[in-house]
């Protein structure tokens, strides 16, 4: 009878290395839902708030993320939707906010709105880029007060970047004076596309702070001038399998949230064309 023949060391570990991966990318862990920031479909949601999250729900889209107008909702409004979110088997896991929401006149209505909703994060959407460290200090502080008065609610506070805090040298760059000075509790929600215009690597600033990237706004990026953020999930540049393995392996990712600027196409097919792909990439079924 013929022997096996017997892999070396260095081939064993080599293919021992990829089998994480690998599993997951034959089976996704589908205990990580994907969402839709509703910017995405800005448009349809001002005409119908009801239909579009319908219409997104239906092509199996497991979240939704609400953005800064619904600060103008009645409690009763948010009410109406937490109760169509739980008759659609959808979440919302966290809200987009203006810098203004976490002001002390306004905190208490964005949590309890977010309550009504069921979220976990309230999470600042923009920030004006600073000219030095004093202003992002400034942001920082806002940060951690918020989460101070959001907390016995249950509800901690994120931040979302864009290009501005993705400039500079590593390690002197906005983003990473606002990781160093904010609580542990407050989500350092990455934005892919704004990350790789900048020229960061969000694979590796997903690996320097682990646990701490909890949600991802999967934005799609081209350096062609003509497309920009115009393409659709897959059609760009940025590694999405390895932000995938980096954010499930280290970065505590809780969800997933696409983000779409325009395509080709309208707001809600360029949204089912997003989620397709997506799935594709992550390897599920």
């Not at 939704?64 to 600060?71: D, K, L, M, T």
């Not at 309230?122 to 400034?138: I, M, R």
């Not at 390895?242 to 949230?257: C, D, K, S």
């Amino acid at each position: 009878m013929p022997s096996t023949p017997s892999l070396s060391r260095r081939s064993f570990l080599a293919m021992s290395a990829t089998l994480p991966w690998a599993f997951k990318s034959a089976a996704a862990d589908r205990s990580i839902p994907v969402g839709l920031e509703l910017y995405s479909v800005r448009d349809a949601l001002k005409q119908d708030p009801e239909g579009t999250v319908r219409a997104v729900a239906q092509m199996g889209y497991q979240a939704v993320e609400f953005y800064a107008p619904y600060f103008d909702w009645t409690d009763t409004q948010a009410k109406q939707l937490r109760k169509l979110l739980d008759d659609l088997g959808v979440r919302c896991y966290s809200t987009h906010n203006n810098a203004d929401y976490f002001l002390p006149k306004n905190i208490n209505h964005a949590r309890d709105l977010n309550v009504i909703l069921g979220c976990k994060y309230v999470v600042l959407a923009w920030s004006d880029p600073k000219t030095g460290p004093d202003g992002w200090k400034a942001v920082a502080d806002q940060l951690n007060s918020a989460a101070e008065t959001l907390e016995p609610s249950g509800l901690k506070t994120g931040y979302h970047n864009h290009q501005a805090e993705f400039t500079g040298a590593v390690g002197q760059r906005p983003i990473d004076f606002l990781a160093k000075n904010t609580k542990p509790s407050v989500m350092l929600q990455l934005d892919v596309g704004t990350c790789v215009e900048a020229g960061s690597d969000p694979v590796a600033w997903i690996r320097a702070n682990p646990g701490r990237i909890r949600s991802i706004h999967c934005k799609e990026w081209s350096p062609d001038p003509n497309k920009g953020y115009k393409v659709l999930f897959g059609e760009g540049v940025v590694d999405w399998k390895g932000i995938f393995q980096a954010a499930e392996g280290v970065g505590g990712i809780e969800y997933y949230l696409i983000e779409q600027e325009g395509s080709r196409f309208s707001e809600l097919e360029t949204a089912r064309r997003c989620l397709q792909s997506f799935r594709t990439t992550r390897g599920e079924r």
